[in-house]
């Protein structure tokens, strides 16, 4: 049996060990392709690398022989058609291949808007999303001075720290009244803008980009702002999110079903014969609801399971509590549950420390049973948070146990004690 998974993220990479765990080469013989990079890497890690934290070898969780103790074929390559009638990809190299089951797992891609000015730029638009995207940045910043990075989600500011890192000047389009509605509610949106700010960013809250200016030589030179100021740049960051790289498959010779992303039932199973999608490329059908999750977490998990639905398992995809973990530059952050989209009538215990950037914010329903967290400025285990969400604990019973969810880090825990708290409907 040949099992042909393309794509080397997370979750093509998962699915390729689990499958490996059930047969041995023998009987299976497991094909990884990609042409981003030779190696599986930790996308979320980027912006270390480009801080010069980590080596990008450091980026890469499993050594590289992993791949050869357990016979499973990396080929740097891209895929230009399928063909599932015939069970065969081509690819744009080394031609055509046959599979028995074909795995998708093609990730997601900045998105990107056509302003005025943006088809004349021919370099110095960036984003923080792949590999080859830290090799521009690090072409880049060696001769850039002043930056415009536009969007205020978490890739956005990751992109932000990292320019300042280098001694960039750095101005940050966010077109919301604060930062990161998505994600945040308006005081702790306020509290990560002024923190943003403070690292000497000019944070420009309600303005959006409204034209690229390049150069001479094609290189961006400014832009210009939805209030009319000209902003001077010598890179100019996108990331107002990313989108299922899914536009290649409309050329292809049976292409699968798609909408928002490729897809899927819960078995993570698109309607061609013997082909599976998982990650962030991939739509998944719920009957009552669709859903794209571009989450690296969320991205292992199908994997694992798209991985036990290829070996015939019968698998029913459920969404795990949601959670997700990342810095504002300095400070903490860990969601989980439902935040920002609660459901009319619940309310929101809100506290924060006197003096300091530290939040506590934990959302309950009409029933007053907890069903999101936002902790921002200390460290939390998401797992026991997950599990209150999972057992329906009431607000009080949370409360007074809370410190049990707290990690020890190096300065002690955040003492709770010390929290101005207030109780408000949302």
Known sequence: MDYTIVGNGVAGIEAAFKIRERWG??????TVISDETDYFFSRTALMYAYMNKMRRRDLEPHDRQAYERQSIELVR??????DADDQSITLRDDGRRDFDRLLLAVGAKPRMIQWPG???????????VSMQDLDECERLTWTTDEAVVVGGGLIGVELVECLRFHGVD??????EPYFWPAGLHREEGEMIQQHIASHGVDVRMGEELAEVIPGSEGRVEAITTDTG????CQMLGIAIGVTPRTDWLDSTTTPPSCGRGIHVDRSFQTDLDNVWAAGDCCEIDFGDETRVETIWYTAERHGRLAGLSMLGDDVTYDPPVFFNSSKFLDIEYTTVGTVADAPDGSKTLFRRMPDEEITQRIIVDEQDQVIGFNMLGSRWDHTILQQWIRERRPLDWVRDRLSNAQFDVEFGRVPLERMNEEIRRL
């Open 170 to 175: 750095v101005t940050f389009l966010v077109r």
């Open 118 to 128: 943006v088809d004349e730029t021919d370099d110095g638009i960036v984003h923080l």
């Open 25 to 30: 080469p023998e009987q299976a013989s497991i």
């Open 77 to 82: 390559d891209r895929v230009v058609d399928i």
């Open 229 to 232: 100021e000209e902003i001077p």
